[in-house]
T-cell receptor, first 111, second 112 residues
Framework: GQQLNQSPQSMFIQEGEDVSMNCTSS?????WLWYKQDPGEGPVLLIA?????ELTSNGRLTAQFGITRKDSFLNISASIPSDVGIYFC???????????FGKGTLLTVNP | DAGITQSPRHKVTETGTPVTLRCHQT?????MYWYRQDPGHGLRLIHY???????DKGEVSDGYSVSRSKTEDFLLTLESATSSQTSVYFC???????????FGPGTRLTVT
């Protein structure tokens, strides 16, 4: 089946720094999404992307749908302690209704 | 808040017993999903539904069955629980043709 490679696996940064993470696939995806999960809770949808090259922001978060349709990027600017959590990318390839998830990036922010 | 509840939120059961987890939604969404989340594996799709009585298998469906007899409820059953099914189970509803999925709070299942 389709697989997503998400990197880095973990990041430890200082408050105020910018963060970048990415997700790559060996096959083309038609939709890319980014989620955040806090401990003990379900993932929360942050950003959804539908077109190659699309750049979408949600507050301090910005995500891009790669032009090749095989990758996506998430940037967080001026990180704050509440940004701590696991960030997942997800994508839909040719299959209807189903998403494939990356394994997540664990973000730790040092105040 | 996507109006999704899961029950129970925590359960401990013994190997070999049947277990049913319930997902309930309040907004009549067509698509519903069951995932399991395990360290090192991320979220893996067990089964999904694209309408009442319309279900299909995901990537890790062995040992699990589902039923959807009405729009608002999607049930996941472990016919005979095994220790390998100890996990956190998430239900999700899908919007935009299933592209945008919104998750419930999860059920932590421990099989002893």
């Amino acid at each position: 089946g389709q697989q997503l490679n998400q990197s880095p696996q973990s990041m430890f940064i200082q408050e105020g720094e910018d963060v970048s993470m990415n997700c790559t696939s060996s096959s083309i995806f038609n939709t890319w999404l980014w989620y955040k999960q806090d401990p003990g809770e379900g993932p929360v949808l942050l950003i959804a992307l539908y077109k190659a090259g699309e750049l979408t922001s949600n507050g301090r978060l910005t995500a891009q749908f790669g032009i090749t349709r095989k990758d996506s990027f998430l940037n967080i600017s001026a990180s704050i302690p509440s940004d701590v959590g696991i960030y997942f990318c997800a994508g839909r390839g040719g299959s209807n209704y189903k998403l494939t998830f990356g394994k997540g990036t664990l973000l730790t922010v040092n105040p | 808040d996507a109006g999704i509840t899961q029950s129970p939120r925590h359960k401990v059961t013994e190997t070999g017993t049947p277990v049913t987890l319930r997902c309930h939604q309040t907004e009549n969404h067509r698509y519903m999903y069951w995932y399991r989340q395990d360290p090192g594996h991320g979220l893996r799709l067990i089964h999904y539904s694209y309408g009442v009585k319309d279900t299909d298998k995901g990537e890790v469906s062995d040992g699990y069955s589902v039923s959807r007899s009405k729009t608002e409820d999607f049930l996941l059953t472990l016919e005979s629980a095994t220790s390998s099914q100890t996990s956190v189970y998430f239900c999700a509803i899908g919007l935009a043709g299933g592209d945008e999925q919104y998750f419930g709070p999860g059920t932590r299942l421990t099989v002893t």
